[in-house]
């Protein structure tokens, strides 16, 4: 597989990511009638974002 196709795979599948645990993070936070949800979910999805980066960077092995 090119490197570069694998690359657009990821980067899709982490924004798939973010979206869902944003829109998650969303409903559950209306639910409970959140003041500021929708900036208290993205902050939320751009840590789950970086863990999930932080993640796939630790689980691939070093070249070489």
Same mark, same amino acid.
């Given at each position: 597989?090119?490197?570069?196709?694998?690359? &657009?795979?990821?980067?899709?599948?982490?924004?798939f990511?973010?979206?869902?645990?944003?829109?998650?993070?969303?409903? +559950?936070? %209306?639910?409970?009638? +959140? %003041?500021?949800? %929708?900036? &208290?979910?993205?902050? &939320?999805?751009?840590?789950?974002?970086?863990?999930? +980066?932080?993640?796939?960077?630790?689980?691939?092995?070093p %070249?070489?």
């Amino acid at each position: 597989m090119k490197p570069y196709v694998f690359s &657009i795979g990821v980067l899709l599948m982490l924004s798939f990511s973010l979206n869902g645990i944003y829109c998650l993070a969303g409903d +559950v936070l %209306r639910l409970f009638e +959140v %003041r500021h949800a %929708r900036v &208290i979910a993205f902050a &939320i999805g751009a840590v789950a974002m970086i863990v999930l +980066v932080a993640a796939l960077a630790w689980s691939v092995p070093p %070249r070489g």
